[in-house]
């Protein structure tokens, strides 16, 4: 059977490797947001963007959105250019390019309605959470961006815009009933599906974050003269934390939790003194806010039983809750759809462990995302990879469930 | 009884006071080496000598030595000016006064012999380790301090000794045979004396410090996508390895001995990534080099069976490896024979758990030092502090064992 819509695999690879040269850091990028080299990748992606029939428009938040000018249906596909510091080289960018190749094929082609393509601003999170795809749904005020920074150098997010060139651009919001739906795509960043020799992630939701803060208080003193029975010593206090969350924690999760302490922080942080103060950055993933719910219980008493026993107080700051996002069961389909041509019985239903823009866009449409194998689970690290087998099933699967999209919302 | 050598508590309160002006922070002193503060200290130490009897002089690392013309015996006394940051007020001028004041009373005696008096620069450590009073004895190479930096900003050593104007100044060294010994006062900094109701320490030997930088190497990746059970996570591994050392150590170490993490550090640090790499920073303190010996083939043993075990990779590496200091046995003597006057039944030998001056100058001389108490066992930070009759009754012990070590000198 030929292939209804021809993805050129080697056009699609050619253009992650050019994305690739911007910020080049060993074999993956170092392409923070608003970075000069962001700015080059946003360029060269509008650049593009007139060859798929698409006119570019920047907005004033780094959001790049190309529109079609054709009738019929429209689907909104996408994802982000900009990367975390000294990352991988897929992540962000085989959305976009396959969004791009979507469009260049599906655009061109004899079906009704058009792909449009967008490349959201700081998925990483550089200056804050979703900046972005959340500015597009209408969720970003002035003020937050004005009290935004960069979480690497402290650099103001406003002055960053402006040094982009983007301070006279207004930010575009998403116009309701233009898009039949979003459609993203992704490496995983995890092994499940290498572990299962598969080919294809359909997402079922994208997991929720809720993140704490957690303070041990303590007595600072000499490392030298106070004697190991009096001590009030909060880093150690920390570590008894952390391993008694290890204990606990697998009696009550879900079977697809994830938790991290991220960052420790003893102050003051010198040899010969003892923390008098103890920060850990403590992350929870689920798609099932009830179990959400039940892990913060348990580090609560963890927390409340730490303090009663002594030395050193403890309290539990909570500083992010995310709900789960859940995907268009339609889109979904229309993704299975397209593994059964392109890839069969090479799909999975899975959640997604990672935040994505596509939880923003399901806010105001119905939103899907799939995923590609990433080699070894690695993810936010410069080794980050995917075969170019992989890469290329993956754009047909893309392209083909944008176009199932389509033809189901002509067909109503 | 009449005492012999009358100190006037009222002026050495008012000289620490004085002295306290200098970098004042709440009810301590920020007054780092080299800084504005410091140097303002310096210069009042050395406009102070001369009512003692006293030519002052500073060198090119900032030590100040106040000598006498006087002939006789001399004994060397002092301490330091400098603080740690947003530090004490008495961990170092403590010293320094209490010299002076021996100074003051008798060199204007009919004693044979003279007290001389010197503020070592940087025992606080803000570019190397006992730096002044290392240069004095010959132990710091012109290399050593072209490569040292603030630890706090960076700022090189070379161009702190510039901008404080002593670039021109020959570092002063100790002339052989000139001194019959060298006492030094101290806060204990520790609760030792204020627990056992005692006025004065009497110090038997100064600990040797051990330190380690202990390494965890695991695999950084997301902290969303990666599932529990495949993960390689150094912060995790680095607190198991504290909880270990807690458990172990206790069963192995001396009466006296003390551990501290003073530091860890994630790699990369942030909320949403597993750390792939950690840090620790370890201390270990025993008068008992064979303690310490002993400690750290536990820890040795503590990294292979984590290793052998994983997830993740461990290295120790030693980084400072300092032999205990014994105090002279005579100067032990000649304090406790002080305290038989001033603080009768008040008196404790006991090590000191902290680095000191007096662990430089045993090198070339026979030295001993005194501790007064500490509130709270407090230091190295603001709130330390010690009552006025402690510091009183502690310059009077200091004055006479001063006096005791002159008159066997000429006794021979």
Redesign the interface.
């Known amino acids: 059977m030929p292939k209804r819509f021809e993805v050129d695999g080697a056009r699609v690879l050619a253009d992650l490797n050019a994305l690739r040269a911007f910020g080049a850091y060993k074999t993956g990028v170092h392409r923070p947001t608003f970075s000069k080299e962001h700015m080059q990748a946003l360029e060269w992606l509008m650049a593009a963007m007139p060859s798929a029939g698409l006119t570019p428009e920047i907005d004033g938040i780094g959001n790049v959105l190309g529109r079609s000018d054709r009738p019929g249906p429209r689907l909104l596909t996408g994802s982000h250019l900009e990367s975390?510091?000294y990352a991988g080289w897929l992540d962000g960018p085989l959305g976009v390019i396959y969004a791009l190749e979507a469009a260049r094929v599906l655009n061109a082609s004899d079906l009704s309605g058009s792909v449009e393509v967008a490349s959201w601003s700081d998925e990483e999170?550089h200056f804050g959470s979703l900046m972005g795809s959340r500015s597009y749904v209408g969720a970003v005020s002035d003020e937050e961006i004005d009290s935004a920074h960069d979480?690497t150098d402290g650099r103001a997010m406003r002055q960053a815009i402006t040094d982009a060139g983007l301070a006279t651009h207004p930010r575009l919001l998403y116009e309701p009933g233009r898009h039949i739906g979003y459609l993203e795509a992704h490496i995983?960043?995890?092994?499940?599906l290498e572990a299962g020799n598969l080919k294809i992630g359909v997402v079922t939701s994208i997991?929720g974050?809720w993140?704490y803060e957690v303070t041990f208080t303590g007595?600072?003193?000499?490392?030298?003269?106070?004697?190991?029975a009096?001590r009030r010593?909060a880093?150690?206090a920390?570590?008894?934390f952390?391993?008694a969350i290890?204990e606990q924690f697998?009696k009550v999760c879900g079977p697809?939790?994830?938790?991290?302490?991220?960052?420790?922080?003893?102050d003051?942080?010198?040899?010969?003194?003892?923390?008098?103060e103890a920060t850990m950055?403590f992350?929870v993933?689920d798609a099932d806010p009830s179990v959400a719910e039940r892990l913060e219980s348990v580090l609560q008493s963890l927390a409340a039983d730490f303090a009663r026993r002594g030395p050193c107080g403890v309290s539990v700051k909570r500083t992010r809750a995310g709900a789960p996002a859940r995907m268009d069961a339609g889109i979904q389909d229309a993704i299975e759809t397209a593994c059964a041509e392109h890839a069969p019985d090479k799909s999975l239903r899975m959640p997604?462990?990672?935040?994505h823009d596509a939880q923003m866009l399901a806010k105001v449409m119905p939103a899907g995302m799939l995923f590609v194998p990433?080699i070894g689970?690695?993810?936010?690290?410069w080794t980050e990879n995917t075969s170019d087998d992989d890469i290329v099933t993956g754009a047909r699967v893309f392209v083909a469930a944008s176009a199932n999209l389509l033809e189901r919302a002509v067909r109503g």
Chains 1, 2 share one sequence.
Not at 188 to 192: A, C, I, L
């Open positions: 975390q510091n999170g979480r995983e960043q995890g092994d499940t997991v974050i993140q007595a600072q003193n000499h490392a030298g003269t106070t004697r190991m009096v010593d880093g150690l920390l570590a008894k952390c391993i290890d697998p697809r939790t994830v938790w991290t302490t991220g960052r420790m922080t003893l003051p942080g010198a040899p010969s003194i003892i923390p008098g950055l992350q993933r997604s462990g990672a935040g990433s689970g690695i993810s936010h690290h």
